[in-house]
């Protein structure tokens, strides 16, 4: 185990963070309108892709985990990491009725012929996962950092209580980082757009969040909610979202999804096939990017699946940087950020409403992946994404949401070439 702490590097302008003396959220070196596309990525430790017994991912990948190597290099010993884990983990239960554990991943043979896949056709399920879907794994990942540093003493946790959470959010991001924060006993404001769902605000509410309510304003361009979050943010609050531009943290928590479809995929024993993944802010598509380019390197995979995010047709700002971007130096493209990726004019509607982020703030993690991969973006119309919501509840027994199920329509799109396919539920339906 190396002795020093990890560090973060910005993709952009290549600034490099030691997590020990700065928190890797956003790039320091950022500046409004300089045009540089700023995410902090983890530079990689020297840890091995080996998996250990334990049914909690958290435990299970500690080893390829940046606050589990920050633990280790301020002197705390692996049980002190466990024991940092399992007392959150109970908390969360004690909060949410669950914990962290690995989630289910199996076959859908009976889905896989009702759309015509040859198959084998694989569903990652995570609506049965902490706060009802995948975004708990991201915030899990942060809070574990904030705690590493409070239990290691370091001087950059002086303050840190005192501030509060802040996340933008229209959903299950929102909840994620609202039963992570009771459980952490941290206070947490939450900012959301007037047409959140009601079951959403109350939930809110039994778990102690501060909740805004963010109209858009006339002229107003993009997410007011991520707008009044930012402001947040200015005035000391700690980002506790999912946007990889405000949270370098926030990708890692969710790399362990990755590398549970890694390792159910090696125990299969076949090709690794093509992963289809929905994407709103990008987050989670990054995070298995990334995670899936660890696992192949690695040797656990033969090869990098083939990776194809999906959009709405009514929000694909990641389809129109890709469209843009072919054949283009993706590092030149982040000095060029605005070609590429701005908000969008007007707000969105689907009935994938999770997936209607202003921006796809990972975009260029994401196409990394796609081009490492030899994988597309694939957009599918609105009438599809209904029928891929109708077609999944018919032919599962998993209570998934119409987000949920975004890309399964991505298939019924563009089916993918014969093998092996993977898709995420990703939330559950509310």
Not at 135 to 161: D, I, Q, S, T
Request: with cysteine; proline share 7%; aromatic share 6%.
């Amino acid at each position: 185990m190396s002795t020093s702490a990890p560090r973060f590097a910005c993709h952009g302008c290549g600034a490099r963070v030691s997590t020990d003396t700065s928190l890797p959220f956003a790039c320091p070196q950022a500046r409004p309108d300089d045009d540089i596309d700023h995410l902090l990525v983890p530079e990689e430790g020297e840890a091995a892709f080996a998996p250990g017994p334990e049914d909690d991912p958290f435990l299970r990948y500690r080893t390829l985990l940046s606050p589990y190597r920050l633990a280790r290099a301020a002197g705390l010993s692996d049980q002190a990491w466990v024991d940092l884990v399992g007392a959150l983990d109970r908390r969360l239960i004690a909060v949410d009725g669950k914990g962290f554990r690995i989630t289910p991943m199996t076959e859908q043979p009976a889905l896989a012929q009702a759309i015509g896949c040859a198959g084998p056709l694989w569903v990652k399920n995570e609506t049965g996962n902490v706060s009802g879907s995948h975004k708990a794994r991201h915030l899990m990942g942060v809070m574990l950092y904030l705690r590493v540093l409070a239990a290691a003493r370091l001087p950059l946790a002086e303050g840190l209580p005192a501030r509060r959470l802040a996340i933008a959010s229209c959903g299950n991001a929102a909840l994620a980082a609202a039963v992570v924060a009771r459980a952490a006993e941290w206070p947490l404001d939450v900012f959301i757009p007037p047409d959140a769902s009601p079951a959403v605000v109350a939930r809110l509410a039994d778990l102690g969040a501060g909740v805004t309510v963010c109209e858009r304003k006339p002229g107003e361009t993009g997410d007011p909610c991520v707008t009044a979050f930012r402001a947040a943010v200015r005035a000391g609050a700690l980002p506790f979202g999912v946007q990889g531009p405000d949270n370098g943290l926030a990708v890692e928590g969710a790399r362990t999804l990755a590398f549970e479809i890694a390792e159910t995929l090696a125990k299969a024993g076949r090709d690794p096939g093509t992963v289809l993944v929905q994407v709103g802010g990008g987050a989670l598509a990054s995070a298995l990017a990334q995670g899936l380019v660890i696992a192949a390197q690695a040797g656990a995979l033969t090869r990098l699946p083939r990776l194809v995010p999906v959009q709405t047709e009514g929000c694909a700002p990641l389809a129109r940087a890709f469209d843009k971007g072919a054949g283009l130096d993706l590092a030149a493209a982040a000095r060029t950020r605005s070609r590429f990726m701005w908000a969008w004019e007007t707000t969105p509607h689907s009935l994938a409403h999770g997936i209607l982020d202003d921006e796809t703030y990972d975009w260029l993690e994401i196409l990394k992946g796609v081009r490492a991969s030899g994988g597309e973006v694939v957009v599918a119309d609105e009438p599809t994404v209904v029928r891929a919501h109708r077609l999944a509840t018919a032919h599962t027994t998993i209570p998934v949401s119409a987000t949920g199920t975004a890309g399964l329509a991505g298939l019924l799109a563009k089916p993918v070439e014969p093998g092996p396919v993977t898709i995420l539920f990703s939330g559950v339906d509310r």
